[in-house]
């Protein structure tokens, strides 16, 4: 019953979020990055923001770290999805609040300043890979209910390291996003705050989960994004291209934009491939040695992405051949 409200609560939330929109004219237009050729709503993932509140509210004794950096990065996020802010204020925002949880999970007292600063590295690098890649209808919530069912099987039937309603509200939050995204055409899409709001759930559950059973291997349930994002930004690199400026070259993009598969499939096989890799992380915990999970995971994804430069060729060549 207590889930069945919470959805409720959500569903109105939206609907009420999208007056707002509305009225203030919060929009996405179309640019050279977008995968989608429409004006629509922005901001609908200030959906995960609520759903925290809600669980915060019931739960003020805890959490109060999470919530206030979860709170700033979503409010600068949401002011960036209105008014374009500036690299700097938004980085320096995420570097804020990621201090918060690293305070909340005691990160300072355990480990290195060099080990400190690889958790900063990797940490507003995964935040910034889940905004990059929220760019088709679904990707964002199917991806995330993905990781959060991980997540939440984990703390179920593995090791206990969280309340289970802490990744539940995030579950439901998803489903009532995918409500209004999820389509053909999206009633909303996620925006900064969405996509940055919910990496920030997802790495402090993460984060928190790799403490509690000292192994990195949970990183694994990020590996399909992970690995999308930084081998985008190194061929970026080696195009001599500015890695802040909009682009198409994330495989996603490809197959949805040059290669014209519809956007509801493209997320629904980069959601699927998660729960695979999910699912083979989960069966090889503490039977196979850590690194070599890492490597059974990661080498198949590069084959996969590197598909990429096969359909970017034979895309050119068959436009060179038309001309």
Same mark, same amino acid.
């Given at each position: 019953?207590?889930?069945?409200?919470?959805?409720?609560?959500?569903?109105?939330?939206?609907?009420?979020?999208?007056?707002?929109?509305?009225?203030?004219?919060?929009?996405?237009?179309?640019?050279?990055?977008?995968?989608?050729?429409?004006?629509?709503?922005?901001?609908?993932?200030?959906?995960?923001?609520?759903?925290?509140?809600?669980?915060?509210?019931?739960?003020?004794?805890?959490?109060?770290?999470?919530?206030?950096?979860?709170?700033?990065?979503?409010?600068?996020?949401?002011?960036?999805?209105?008014?374009?802010?500036?690299?700097?204020?938004?980085?320096?925002?995420?570097?804020?609040?990621?201090?918060?949880?690293?305070?909340?999970?005691?990160?300072?007292?355990?480990?290195?300043?060099?080990?400190?600063?690889?958790?900063?590295?990797?940490?507003?690098?995964?935040?910034?890979?889940?905004?990059?890649?929220?760019?088709?209808?679904?990707?964002?919530? =199917? !991806?995330? @209910? $993905?990781? &959060? /069912?991980?997540?939440?099987? %984990?703390?179920?039937?593995? #090791?206990?390291?969280? *309340?289970?309603?802490?990744?539940?509200?995030?579950?439901?939050?998803?489903?009532?996003?995918?409500?209004?995204?999820?389509?053909?055409?999206?009633?909303?899409?996620?925006?900064?705050?969405?996509?940055?709001?919910?990496?920030?759930?997802?790495?402090?559950?993460?984060?928190?989960?790799?403490?509690?059973?000292?192994?990195?291997?949970?990183?694994?349930?990020?590996?399909?994004?992970?690995?999308?994002?930084?081998?985008?930004?190194?061929?970026?690199?080696?195009?001599?291209?500015?890695?802040?400026?909009?682009?198409?070259?994330?495989?996603?993009?490809?197959?949805?934009?040059?290669?014209?598969?519809?956007?509801?499939?493209?997320?629904? =096989? !980069?959601? @699927? $491939?998660? &729960? /695979?890799?999910?699912?083979? %992380?989960?069966?090889?915990? #503490?039977?196979?040695? *850590?690194?070599?999970?890492?490597?059974?995971?990661?080498?198949?994804?590069?084959?996969?992405?590197?598909?990429?430069?096969?359909?970017?060729?034979?895309?050119?060549?068959?436009?060179?051949?038309?001309?």
């Amino acid at each position: 019953m207590e889930y069945t409200l919470l959805g409720i609560i959500l569903m109105i939330i939206m609907l009420l979020y999208f007056k707002v929109a509305n009225r203030f004219n919060i929009i996405d237009k179309p640019n050279q990055r977008s995968s989608h050729t429409e004006v629509t709503l922005r901001g609908g993932g200030i959906i995960f923001w609520f759903s925290v509140l809600l669980y915060f509210v019931q739960h003020i004794q805890t959490n109060y770290f999470f919530f206030t950096g979860i709170t700033l990065v979503s409010l600068v996020s949401f002011w960036d999805d209105i008014q374009s802010l500036s690299n700097k204020i938004r980085i320096s925002i995420h570097f804020l609040s990621i201090t918060l949880i690293f305070f909340d999970l005691g990160l300072f007292g355990l480990f290195p300043i060099w080990g400190i600063a690889i958790a900063y590295v990797l940490s507003i690098g995964l935040i910034n890979a889940y905004n990059f890649m929220d760019g088709i209808n679904g990707i964002t919530g =199917l !991806y995330t @209910l $993905v990781v &959060m /069912g991980a997540l939440l099987y %984990v703390n179920t039937n593995i #090791q206990l390291f969280t *309340d289970g309603d802490f990744i539940k509200y995030a579950i439901i939050a998803s489903i009532v996003f995918l409500f209004f995204n999820y389509r053909k055409k999206a009633k909303c899409f996620a925006g900064d705050i969405g996509s940055i709001a919910i990496a920030f759930w997802v790495i402090y559950l993460v984060l928190k989960l790799i403490l509690v059973t000292e192994s990195l291997i949970w990183l694994l349930f990020l590996a399909v994004y992970g690995v999308d994002s930084v081998c985008t930004i190194l061929h970026r690199l080696y195009l001599r291209q500015n890695i802040f400026e909009a682009h198409r070259l994330h495989l996603y993009q490809v197959l949805s934009n040059d290669y014209k598969i519809q956007h509801r499939v493209v997320s629904l =096989l !980069y959601a @699927l $491939v998660q &729960m /695979g890799i999910s699912f083979l %992380v989960v069966f090889l915990y #503490q039977k196979v040695k *850590d690194n070599l999970v890492f490597l059974i995971v990661i080498l198949p994804l590069l084959f996969i992405y590197s598909s990429k430069f096969y359909l970017l060729n034979k895309k050119n060549l068959r436009l060179n051949h038309g001309a």
